[in-house]
């Protein structure tokens, strides 16, 4: 075993890229959805050529973490697996040699039934570089895997692959999804606007899927995007492990007109400014096709539920003002927000997502919070 400085367990050997493929008989399967992860198909990509510069692909996808928000507004990261993998966006300052916690939820998934067939179902988050020598990596090295996304992949069912390109402030993924209905894209970018830097700071992210039917057959597709309700956050604790979630409780999400506002009544706003714990989050849909519809999910307790929702048609119209109950005491809920649209043989849909946040309380002085 690796050691370092006196302390034994602290692996010595890591790099950024893996040198194995996954354990493809880890990963969970989707009723009616072709296997995704025959071992043939899943393979590392170390050291091949890449189609493009800035596009990153099997292995190399361990590379991406992609940041979304404006300038001085704090980010989101868009992983190479295709969730989001941290959140920097509660006034949290911090070191470079410290690790941006894990938060659940953060993802996207999609529903496609063809005409007289039945429904497909997948997160779009692939395990290509979920392998052992990244998943034993420190918390705060580039390619680390957390153990909250392998448990996930094993629960809710997963693609094959994807393909990222990375061109600041624009990603644009391609997913690979076997034998699936439709093929689907997704560029996600921050706000820029040169010349413009207020409107290049908004807090926001802005996620707009393509999807294209090339089939002969309608295909009714639904996107759904998952968030944690995570206000009251501390901005350091990894939220994936239930017992570190005390800040937790009075949680709300409302229904808007296109979305969800996620609130905590709970925290004071702090006439001082000092309660930097108190803001908002919310996920909204943008009208992008005459034809889409939303829906949205409130009550999510977990990954699993809230994907169990989405697949199970539990998703309602958003009648504004409709909101939960306050969580209960060391818990908060995830959210979806799901848009739906019947995509024409040979014709291509877009619908799109916005990710907004405010915290407007920030600490007259950094603050760092060391960790040992």
């Not at 992949?153 to 999804?177: C, D, F, K």
């Not at 956050?233 to 007109?257: E, H, K, L, M, R």
Request: glycine content about 8%.
């Amino acid at each position: 075993m690796a050691c370092c400085g006196g302390k034994t367990g602290v692996r010595m050997d890591f790099g950024r890229y893996p040198k194995a493929i996954p354990d493809t008989s880890k990963w969970a399967r989707s009723p009616n959805v072709a296997d995704q992860f025959e071992a043939q198909q899943m393979r590392t990509q170390v050291g091949l050529k890449q189609d493009a510069p800035f596009t990153y692909s099997g292995a190399n996808l361990a590379a991406c973490q992609f940041p979304i928000g404006g300038f001085g507004a704090g980010y989101v990261i868009l992983g190479g697996d295709g969730t989001f993998q941290a959140y920097n966006i509660v006034n949290q300052v911090r070191k470079e040699s410290l690790p941006m916690h894990c938060m659940p939820a953060g993802f996207f998934a999609i529903t496609a039934t063809p005409s007289g067939e039945a429904a497909q179902s997948v997160l779009l988050a692939s395990p290509e570089t979920y392998t052992v020598d990244n998943c034993a990596l420190p918390p705060n090295k580039p390619a680390r895997v957390s153990v909250s996304s392998v448990k996930r992949l094993e629960s809710l069912p997963g693609i094959q692959s994807l393909r990222l390109t990375g061109r600041y402030p624009i990603a644009e993924v391609q997913y690979n999804i076997t034998k699936f209905p439709v093929d689907v894209q997704l560029e996600a970018f921050s706000p820029m606007c040169p010349l413009n830097d207020k409107d290049s700071s908004l807090p926001v992210g802005v996620f707009t899927f393509s999807v294209t039917n090339s089939g002969t057959t309608s295909v009714a597709v639904r996107v759904m995007q998952s968030q944690q309700n995570l206000v009251g956050w501390d901005g350091q604790t990894d939220c994936t492990q239930p017992s570190a979630t005390t800040f937790w409780g009075g949680n709300v999400n409302t229904a808007t007109a296109s979305g969800i506002l996620m609130s905590n009544p709970s925290q004071p706003s702090g006439a001082d400014r000092s309660n930097e714990a108190f803001g908002t989050v919310a996920v909204e849909s943008v009208s992008t096709s005459s034809a889409a519809t939303t829906t949205v999910i409130l009550d999510g307790v977990s990954e699993e539920d809230i994907y169990a929702k989405f697949t199970s048609n539990k998703d309602v119209a958003p009648v504004a003002g409709t909101a939960t109950a306050a969580s209960a005491t060391g818990s908060s809920y995830c959210g979806g927000v799901v848009q739906s649209v019947t995509v024409a043989p040979g014709a291509t849909e877009t619908v799109t997502f916005v990710l907004a946040w405010h915290f407007p309380n920030r600490s007259n002085k950094q603050r760092f919070v060391q960790h040992h």
